[in-house]
């Protein structure tokens, strides 16, 4: 399986602070990209980074990728209480995407 | 980004009957259109990709006479659960692409609940 493991699960902070998410992934792949879910909601297209690029960033995300590791971290700064979501990490297969189990966030004013 | 409606937003029906769950690309024209199935607090699974025109492809252990997907339009995907029962409650996610190698877009969801 090509499923991508999020850590931590769970993950509560203050507003202000950074929140770091990490991803795992088991086979090769083209490009690795982040979703955030708001609960109850569909998902919402964060940032794609591809296999050839190390690190990118978009507003107050910044994405980077190990290929050699087969690992990637999302991390938000100056978090916001509107942050406060579920975010995936997702692979694409031969044309599907493989979402990871997802890591909660929640920011507390 | 392009925008993924989903119709409707939430249905409770009685055990044994059938539901049927609309996926439509409202401002571009989908090839392909995938289904997602997420139960609280999981990731999203994939349950069966389809192609305008042609028979849906289902991932493994989801059972096609029970889960129907039509996509008779570029613009539109059906998803019809037959003879539901209380563990096929969950939250449905379609999503929609141009084609491939173009990003999908993702619906709203469906929120499933058999009683």
């Known amino acids: 399986s090509q499923q991508g493991e999020e850590d931590p699960q769970a993950l509560s902070i203050q507003e202000g602070e950074n929140a770091t998410m990490n991803c795992s992934y088991k086979?090769?792949?083209?490009?690795l990209q982040w979703y955030r879910q708001n609960s109850g909601r569909g998902l919402v297209h964060l940032i794609l980074i591809r296999s050839n690029e190390r690190e990118k960033h978009s507003g107050r995300l910044r994405v980077t990728l190990d290929t050699s590791k087969k690992s990637s971290s999302l991390l938000i700064t100056a978090s916001r209480a509107a942050d406060t979501a579920s975010y995936f990490c997702?692979?694409?297969?031969?044309?599907?995407?493989?979402f990871g189990k997802g890591t909660m966030l929640l920011v507390s004013p | 980004g392009a925008v993924v409606s989903q119709h409707p937003s939430w249905v409770i029906c009685k055990s044994g009957t059938s539901v049927k769950i609309e996926c439509r690309s409202l401002?571009?024209?989908?090839?392909?259109m995938f289904w997602y199935r997420q139960f609280p607090k999981q990731s999203l699974m994939l349950m069966a990709t389809s192609n305008e025109g042609s028979k849906a492809t289902y991932e493994q252990g989801v059972e096609k006479d029970k889960f129907l997907i039509n996509h008779a339009s570029l613009t539109l995907s059906t998803l019809t659960v037959t003879s539901a029962h209380p563990e096929d409650s969950s939250f449905y996610i379609c999503?929609?692409?141009?084609?491939?190698?173009?990003?999908?877009?993702f619906g709203p969801g469906t929120r499933l609940t058999v009683t």
């Open positions: 086979t090769s792949i083209n490009n």
């Open positions: 401002d571009f024209q989908a090839t392909t």
């Open positions: 997702a692979t694409i297969g031969y044309s599907t995407l493989t």
């Open positions: 999503s929609a692409r141009f084609r491939r190698g173009h990003e999908q877009y």
